[in-house]
DNA sequence: AGGGTGATTGTTTTC
DNA sequence: GAAAACAATCACCCT
């Protein structure tokens, strides 16, 4: 029962690429409020494009997302619109058990690591480029070593998945 | 020529 | 703690 979050895709137009920006609303949740966050987070502001900051990590739905649509091309090749494979992996993603997303998320998770990782090097950068002046006087220590560093990761690649056989009974009639 | 949009959910982020 | 924002993708539209 439920679902009812699509009951009629083909009412909307052809393709929603083809209507024009201006006659949907721009912005939908991209330029949501920025305004509110400018006003109590204009600070931030500060935060520059660095091109060494890390990206967030991939949630799991992501990681399947990112064979869904492989998968999802293959069988709607017509299909080009971001939204139609956002959806469709969606409503698979939520069909999904936990135990079949436990892969997913077990790869999110290290995918995470990786990023906490890349992080601190990120931030130790962000140390010595802060030009506080207070700290890092001695220009013979740290250096930026770090960075050579975080392009050299350990080879740990094992195909460590564990099946967890939850006998949960994930009857989902 | 390039930025921006749309849609999904999950995690990261920030106050 | 909660709300906001952003993570990838790809064809298309506007400046």
């Known amino acids: 029962m439920m679902k009812g ?32 966050r400018s006003s109590t987070q204009k600070k931030q502001k500060n935060a520059k494009k660095d091109p060494n900051k890390p990206k967030r990590p991939p ?42 997303k436990a892969p997913y998320e077990a790869k999110a998770a290290k995918r995470k690591t990786e990023y906490e990782k890349l992080m601190k090097a990120y931030n130790k950068k962000q140390e010595s480029t802060t030009d506080d002046g207070d700290e890092e006087s001695d220009r013979s220590k740290s250096e930026v070593n770090d960075e050579d560093d975080e392009a050299t990761a350990e080879d740990e690649e094992e195909g460590e998945e564990e099946e967890e056989e939850e006998d949960e009974d994930e009857d989902e009639d």
């Open 5 to 36: 979050t699509k009951g009629k895709g083909a009412a909307k137009h052809s393709k929603e690429t083809l209507k024009p920006v201006d006659d949907r609303k721009l912005g939908k949740r991209k330029a949501v409020m920025k305004a509110d």
């Open 59 to 100: 949630s799991a739905f992501f990681v399947f997302l990112e064979e869904f649509r492989i998968d999802f091309k293959k069988e709607h090749p017509d299909v080009k619109a971001v939204s139609a494979v956002g959806k469709a992996g969606g409503q698979r993603w939520k069909s999904l058990s936990d135990a079949e």
